[in-house]
């Protein structure tokens, strides 16, 4: 007989007879004289009786603590677990000795919590308890709650008990004969529990709640419960007779002939696997599962009985067999594997006899295999599915096969066995797609609870979810319940992730219970604001009569408002109903309760959400943890942690629990955009200064801020109380530049750093190009660009030097002038003496210069100063003490004498020029040196220093000169310690201590790791523009000779017309402005002289109607026909693309074939042009100067025509070296187009008399150029 626990009513003793038999079985009979006599005494002996109702499952729980009969002071807990529907004693327990010691020798054993999430929890003989896995042993299943010694169906591996102590026994004593003294046994309808505490926690998540902080806030705030209540997996099926066998003959076995039937046990445990197999009309159960994995993995031949023996091979198995067999070996491999993970490397192999325990997702993977039919195909397999099949010859029924079922190769049966615990298998369909749900709510009065009862068309039993997909037990309820020829549709249905989002609440929608789901009516806001949206999401249609509407009343709104005063952050809160709002936290006018007093008769009429009501309240509370029920709700000014709290994760929190407004005091203290702080870098009187340039951030906060950047802290607080979120902080830049500096906070605040210059190309690779000034720039371009112009080789070396020694001549001559030291190191044999000489004959009249030697080399220095230099007097220091030390007196007593001297503003110095010694004899001689003032200091195998604790290096560093270099082919040899030494007597300073050195580059370069490569090429960096090194392979062979000619073009007509005016008028202009008009209007007035050059290129450039005439396209024009019947190719630079876009217009006319390089033209395309213009046969390239002046190898072309001259020679070399490279096998010319009489005359005077790199023109804005010219400069172009 089933009872339903919701409406039994009190005379229950009929009911429970079966409760009365469990008692008399399972307690002796001094047991039940004690437990009565405790019954009947439980005004006395029992407290705190109460019972927990679980309709879904038809289950209660009952509860009582009792005192002890011999020591009243001790106090038991008891409970025990009823199941009404299959009239069983689940569980049991009691705190007492007696009953723990009942089960000693037992170890621990299993029972269910079914009003706690369902878990299994294991109660050990002196302790708590404490939640289990799934299952304990892999291979075997486990039987859980209580197991009578006779039941033969319990897995060998459960752990039984018997026995019931007398505490126990009198509880349920005491409830067969007055069930009325339980608390809640008569209590009105509720909401399931595990659905409404699903429902709260769906009520609680924050749409927003992303991050782990604020998930363990929340969760901190709300104390989540936990979800959605598993619930009991079972089924019940009638069996059949097992079939009869034909014939004892044994059976043909052929490959692809063996099957393998599948059960799946639906325990209340787990899921577990039984196989049978078979072959024809044999037919065995698998007994040992891993054995039989194991045989067809080493081919053994098993026999299991007189009809069934075959080599064990998986070609033998039939296709959906051989599946099965696959998912087995990986199922046992698993459990092979964690068994070694966990430890047992000398266990037993895994062992799984009849039944295989499966997790959720092994349970879906074996689904997996099965065919699904789709709800089209359910009627027609539905004949099929009910109970047996009769055989043809009369020997009665047997149980539905696979086979009887849809099977081909290509896919598996549609239909598979199942079984609940100690049952005999029934067939199942597996169906493609979700169930068709139909949700039916009604307004019911039950008992004296009111509320909401829901019934579904779908009753769900189990839900089973795999790491792909997941699969619905359901049974669909007929329409018709007269019905008598069919059942309920079953299925397992293999879902779409559509109806995932009300996964967890379907189970308690859908319950076994005819009468639906109960929602008590405080609970149905809650349930129309948290469960019916999943159903939504999910595609399940759910509509709420308006009778529901009407009977439960209006949904609570919770409204939040948030301020900032001078005290700290307000928090008021308010629960709104309809147009009824109440006061949950006051705010500083100290409103309380109803805030329209008016309407406060009616209010009280209000079905107040007091649930929600509460949770908003202890939401606040836990924000303001300062506030107390009768103050203002606030988070003091100096509790930064509180006050962050509530700008981020608070806010957030308390938009999940309602809405949220907050006044702009309060937005205020959340900075909106992450700081920002670039580097501003510029020079003066060669040094660098550093500005921090932050426009969220003061500037002397700066410090402070990078600080808390560098500490990883998430947030900043400035001094004006605003915070700063340094998540996105783009600080990178500053504290890159801070750190490579060791800048102090100090430093930062104070606005401006001032460094020494050669810190600039660190920098320089450092800092975006929006902070770099033109001085920085240009002071960088000084040196990585040397201008071939700037310095003229010595006239007796010219003929003497090959073109990389002019390089290396230009480029000492380079550092020269910047203060900057270098190390020349090129390989051996390329005359790096030759190199230095010529540097020292360019600046003889300077001052006296120092070169240190190997001994070795001290009068070879002497004879190649000879050689190359004789008109320089030398001076070599050797031979005795007072040799020595007389001739360091002349040369000192000279550069003291003509310390100062200067001629025509120059200085002049008319002694020794060049000192020669050896590092021994300085070593020895350094203190005769204190008294000397080289103007340089060379040093010549430099390796010499390499270690910087020797006293040669500590005695060359002691020595005064004003520029110092080294020679050597080998600056490392072994360690960088070595780099520093020389560097460290080049410049001192710039690789800091070697202390400092060592930590920050060697150690890390050094050792392997991920900041080897950093650091390296920061290093790189650093000395890279210091080091200049030839290789032989790569400077012997001299390039094609370049022939550089200057075309000159006369403007003609209108182009002389409109640029005579143009120029007339910026002329006025110059000559009537005053300094300070000149400094307000330089930019317009350098704007102007672009136009200029504009109009001397094509007078269409500044006047769209100008007629078509120029005489620099008609150059050029003629310039590419010339070259082409000669068989050349031609490379065109322009500054103006507009000018390009014109010579290009021109070309087509003439049917030439080009191509165009300029400043939009991707990268990629570049390199695909510059290939294919190496490679056939387009004669011209058009290329923008600034776009095309490097990077690009254009071989191809051994004619470079410059259009317009540019401000900075440098930059046109560098884009003629375009053709003139490593690779060209022809003589370059190169034509410099100038316009007769203009300032592009002008210009290439400026170039040869400054030669000084300045900012390039773009289109249209003013030149950077000239930006360094005066007033006067800018008339001399004019005239």
Request: charged letters at 25%; glycine letters at 6%.
């Amino acid at each position: 007989m089933r009872t339903n626990v919701r409406t039994m009513g009190v005379q229950v003793a009929d009911t429970l007879a079966w409760l009365s038999d469990e008692l008399r079985s399972e307690c002796s009979q001094p047991v039940l004289q004690r437990a009565r006599g405790i019954a009947n005494q439980w005004r006395s002996k029992m407290e705190d009786l109460h019972c927990l109702n679980d309709t879904a499952s038809n289950r209660i729980t009952l509860y009582a603590t009792i005192r002890g009969t011999t020591s009243p002071s001790s106090r038991y807990e008891v409970q025990a677990t009823l199941d009404f529907a299959d009239e069983l004693f689940l569980a049991r327990y009691c705190s007492c000795p007696a009953f723990s010691g009942s089960q000693r020798g037992y170890g621990s054993y299993r029972t269910f919590d079914y009003h706690n999430s369902l878990k299994y929890r294991s109660f050990d003989d002196d302790d708590d308890y404490d939640y289990v896995d799934d299952y304990d042993d892999f291979g075997s299943g486990s039987t859980y709650g209580h197991v009578n010694d006779d039941d033969d169906s319990a897995s060998s591996t459960s752990r039984r008990y018997t026995g019931m102590c007398k505490h126990v026994a009198a509880m349920l004593l005491l409830f067969l004969q007055q069930p009325e003294r339980f608390r809640g046994f008569h209590a009105a309808a509720a909401t399931p529990r595990a659905l409404a505490d699903y429902m709260r926690s769906l009520d609680a998540k924050s749409n927003n709640a992303g991050e782990n902080a604020q998930l363990d806030v929340l969760k901190r705030i709300i104390n989540a419960k936990s979800r959605l209540i598993e619930e009991q997996r079972g089924a019940s099926g009638q069996g059949a007779a097992k079939p009869k066998r034909k014939s004892s003959a044994p059976v043909d076995v052929k490959p692809g002939s063996v099957y393998l039937e599948p059960t799946l046990i639906n325990g209340h445990d787990a899921l577990r696997l039984s196989l049978r197999i078979g072959c024809g009309d044999a037919d065995y159960a698998l007994k040992n599962i891993s054995r039989f994995v194991a045989d067809m993995r080493t081919g053994t031949y098993e026999s299991y009985g007189k009809k069934l023996a075959f080599t064990h091979t998986p070609d033998m198995l039939d296709p959906f067999s051989l599946k099965l067999y696959r998912f087995l070996q990986q199922v046992i491999a698993s459990r092979t594997a964690a068994q070694l993970q966990n430890g047992y490397y000398y266990g037993e192999a895994v062992r799984v006899d009849r039944e295989l325990v499966l997790t959720d997702w092994e349970a879906c993977d074996l689904l997996d295999l099965f065919h699904a039919v789709t709800q089209d195909e359910y009627k027609e397999h539905e004949s099929k599915a009910r109970g047996f099949l009769r055989t043809s010859d009369g020997d009665g029924l047997r149980r539905l096969l696979i086979e009887d079922f849809q099977r081909t190769k290509k896919s598996g049966p549609s239909r598979i066995h199942m079984a609940n615990e100690g049952g005999e298998p029934f067939g199942l369909d597996i169906v493609e797609g979700d169930p068709t749900f139909t949700f039916k709510a009604s307004y019911v009065h039950e008992g004296t609870a009111s509320g909401v009862r829901i019934t579904s068309n779908q009753s769900i039993s189990d839900v089973i979810n795999g790491r792909n997909g997941f699969y619905v037990f359901s049974r669909e309820r007929p329409d018709d319940s007269t019905a008598t020829d069919r059942i309920g549709i079953d299925g397992l249905f293999r879902c779409t992730d559509k109806l995932r989002p009300a996964l967890q609440v379907l189970p308690d929608l859908c319950s076994d219970d005819p009468d639906g789901v109960f929602i008590a009516e405080n609970d149905w806001p809650m349930f129309a604001r948290t469960i019916v949206p999943k159903l939504t999401e999910a595609g399940i249609g759910f509509d709420i009569p308006q009778e529901v509407t009407e009977a439960v009343g209006t949904e609570c709104r919770i409204e939040f408002y948030l301020d900032r005063d001078l005290y700290g952050i307000t928090c008021e809160a308010v629960a709104k109903y309809g147009d009824f709002t109440f006061q949950l936290v006051p705010t500083a006018k100290e409103l309380r309760g109803v805030i329209n007093p008016d309407s406060r008769s009616r209010a009280s009429q209000v079905k107040r959400d007091l649930s929600r009501e509460s949770f908003a309240v202890q939401v606040v509370r836990q924000l303001c943890p300062t506030w107390s029920s009768i103050d203002v709700a606030r988070v003091k000014e100096e509790d930064e942690q509180a006050i962050l709290l509530m700008l981020t994760d608070g806010v957030q929190i308390l938009k999940s629990v309602g809405q949220v407004f907050s006044t702009a005091a309060f937005d205020g203290m959340m900075q909106p955009n992450p700081p920002s702080v670039k580097v501003g870098l510029s020079i003066d009187s060669n040094l660098v200064e550093i500005s921090p340039i932050a426009d969220e951030v003061p500037m002397n906060e700066v410090g402070a801020l990078l600080d808390s950047y560098r500490r990883k802290r998430r947030y900043h607080r400035l001094k004006n109380g605003t915070f700063v979120d340094l998540k996105e902080a783009d600080l990178h830049e500053l504290d890159q530049v801070s750190t490579d500096l060791d800048l102090s906070e100090k430093q930062l605040d104070s606005g401006i750093i001032k460094i020494p210059g050669y810190q600039a190309f660190l920098l320089d690779s450092q800092v975006d190009d929006e902070g770099k000034s033109a001085s920085f720039v240009d002071y960088v371009n000084d040196v990585k660009i040397v201008d071939p112009k700037r310095y003229e080789v010595p006239e007796r070396l010219k003929t003497v030097l090959r073109p990389y020694q002019v390089e290396g001549f230009q480029w000492l001559s380079t550092l020269w002038d910047k203060g900057f030291g270098g190390i020349l190191a090129d390989e051996m044999g390329l005359g790096k003496s030759v190199q230095l000489l010529s540097l020292i004959e360019a600046r003889k009249g300077n001052g006296p210069s120092l070169i240190v030697c190997p001994a070795s080399l001290v009068y070879n220095w002497a004879a190649e100063c000879e050689k190359f230099a004789g008109d320089l007097t030398v001076e070599v220091v050797a031979g005795t003490k007072a040799q020595r030390r007389k001739a360091i007196a002349t040369v000192a007593a000279q550069s003291q004498e003509n310390d100062g001297a200067t001629t025509n503003g120059t200085t002049t110095y008319d002694g020794t020029d060049v000192v020669i010694t050896s590092y021994d004899l300085l070593r020895r001689d350094v203190d005769d040196y204190a008294a000397c003032h080289f103007a340089l200091m060379a040093l010549d195998e430099a390796q010499y220093i390499k270690n910087h604790a020797t006293k040669v290096a500590k005695s060359v560093k002691q020595v005064t000169a004003d520029h110092r270099f080294a020679l050597t082919g080998t600056p490392i040899e072994n360690r960088l310690s070595e780099l520093w030494s020389i560097f460290d007597f080049l410049m001192p300073g710039l690789l800091g201590t070697y202390t400092k050195f060592r930590e920050k580059y060697e150690q890390p370069i050094m050792a392997p790791g991920p900041e080897h490569s950093v650091m390296a090429d920061k290093l790189q960096t650093l000395v890279g523009l210091f080091i200049k090194r030839r290789l032989k392979k790569d400077v012997l062979t001299d390039l094609p000779d370049k022939f550089e000619n200057v075309l000159t073009v006369k403007l003609e007509g209108e182009q002389r017309k409109l640029y005579a005016a143009h120029e007339q008028r910026l002329r006025a202009t110059l000559t009537k402005a005053s300094d300070a008009d000149f400094n307000t209007k330089k930019i317009r007035i350098l704007a102007e002289f672009t136009l200029l050059r504009e109009i001397c290129c094509d007078p269409r450039l500044v006047y769209a109607d100008a007629k078509n005439a120029s005489a620099k396209l008609d150059a050029i024009a003629e310039l590419v026909a010339t070259c082409m019947d000669e068989g050349k190719k031609v490379l065109v630079f322009s500054q103006f693309t507009s000018f390009l876009e014109l010579i290009g217009a021109r070309l087509a006319e003439q049917g030439v074939e080009y191509y165009t390089i300029a400043g939009e033209t991707p990268k990629k395309r570049r390199v695909e042009l510059v290939d294919e213009f190496n490679g056939n046969d387009v004669p011209v390239f058009l290329i923008s100067l600034k776009a095309g002046n490097t990077g690009l190898n254009l071989v191809g072309a051994s004619v470079v025509v410059h259009a317009d001259p540019w401000w900075n020679a440098a930059a046109q070399n560098q884009a003629t070296d375009r053709a003139h490279r490593i690779g060209q096998t022809q003589d370059v010319n190169v034509y410099q187009i100038v316009a007769k009489d203009t300032i592009e005359e002008r210009i290439l005077k400026l170039q040869e008399k400054k030669n000084e790199l300045a900012r390039q023109f773009t289109d249209g804005t003013a030149s950077g150029g000239v930006g360094t010219l005066s007033k006067d400069d800018l008339l001399d172009l004019l005239s």
